[in-house]
């Protein structure tokens, strides 16, 4: 089991970054794979980008290719995604996820209890 606490939401404007971090509790955190996955407000989970266990492979939705960056630090039990060129459909909160099997998508098994991004026009 693997307990998941992100951090660095807030206030930015359009055309700014935030780094989001989560940090995981437990010594079985490089054999998750991690992902970020967003819910705007009306909307559903949105899967936003992930990384595999190694950090060997990571994938992103089409909306934030080219401007978000997952990584992660598996020395340090964090993952992050590093936003930049914010836009203002970009406020959502932000949930880290974590998986044994699960990749892409919004099926993860633990969940964060989420960080808030609101992006200003």
């Known amino acids: 089991q693997v307990q998941l606490v992100e951090s660095g939401g807030g206030l930015v404007q359009a055309g700014g970054s935030l780094r989001l971090s989560c940090a995981a509790s437990g010594r079985t955190f490089s054999s998750y794979h991690m992902g970020w996955v967003r819910q705007a407000p009306a909307k559903e989970r949105e899967f936003v980008a992930s990384?595999?266990?190694?950090?060997?492979?990571?994938y992103y939705a089409d909306s934030v290719k080219g401007r978000f960056t997952i990584s992660r630090d598996n020395a340090k039990n964090t993952v992050y995604l590093q936003m930049n060129s914010l836009k203002p459909e970009d406020t959502a909160v932000y949930y880290c996820?974590?998986?044994?099997?699960?990749?892409?998508?919004?099926?993860?098994?633990?969940w964060g209890q989420g960080t808030r991004v609101t992006v200003s026009s």
């Open positions: 996820a974590a998986d044994r099997t699960t990749v892409i998508g919004a099926d993860y098994d633990y």
């Open positions: 990384i595999t266990w190694s950090g060997g492979r990571t």
